[in-house]
């Protein structure tokens, strides 16, 4: 039988503590995905940084902003930081636009206009914009990359051949057994991607330290091919 999202985060938790929770502020998420690109979390976070220390992460601040501000900050996070930068000032004024400058206001709309709301950020694509409403305070399940892997290797044994199905049936799986509150979600979502990253990796996957190995179907499957 295959364990419950709810078992699965618990057993997760149990092996490596629970991951610390950060403040809600849905906006400081948009600009976090923003301010870089394809960097890893340390320059994402440098750049971030940057950004909060000379602009401020109020939406009116950073359309307010100077454009070369904005970019010698998107320089710190990877490449076309002056691209980056427009795509900073096109959030924040739809933020001002859609939600008088409270992005939090995503948790008292319908969900289908919340939604469309959240995919309405440049470069935000079905993960991101689940993720987004769940930081805003909305019960969704919410996945990056690394946590599709993870429930998609351990309910179906599932090996990156087909993100955009394994994202779908993961999130139908995890509220399969009923409804699931917003903490436990996001403390699912950190957990599943933090053990994608270090443990469940894309290639080559350290299954003998997984604490979920013993009913994951792709160790069953990986352990059938190496006997």
């Known amino acids: 039988m295959s364990p419950t999202f709810a078992r699965i985060v618990a057993q997760l938790e149990r092996r490596f503590g629970r991951p610390p929770v950060p403040s809600a502020d849905p906006f400081a998420f948009v600009l976090l995905e923003q301010v870089a690109y394809l960097a890893p979390d340390q320059k994402r976070l440098a750049a971030f940084d940057a950004l909060e220390q000379r ?29 980056r930068a427009e795509r900073l000032k096109r959030s924040a004024a739809l933020v001002l636009e859609r939600c008088d400058g409270d992005l939090s206001r995503l948790a008292r709309m319908p969900l289908a206009a919340a939604r469309k709301l959240a995919r309405a ?48 049936c993961a999130c139908e799986g995890i509220v399969a057994d009923g409804p699931i509150g917003r903490e436990l979600l996001m403390r699912g979502y950190l957990s599943l991607r933090q053990h994608g990253r270090t443990v469940c990796r894309r290639s080559d996957p350290n299954c003998p330290a997984c604490p979920l190995r013993a009913t994951c179907a792709f160790a069953k499957r990986r352990g059938s091919r190496a006997d």
């Open 121 to 168: 950020f440049d470069s935000f694509g079905t993960a991101n914009a689940e993720t987004l409403l769940l930081v805003a305070g909305v019960p969704v399940p919410a996945l990056d990359s690394n946590g599709v892997r993870v429930l998609a290797r351990v309910w179906f044994g599932g090996d990156e051949q087909r993100y955009a199905a394994d994202h779908r």
């Open 55 to 83: 602009v401020g992460l109020a939406p009116e601040r950073v359309l307010a902003a100077p454009a070369a501000v904005l970019a010698e900050v998107c320089a710190i996070g990877g490449m076309n930081a002056v691209e």
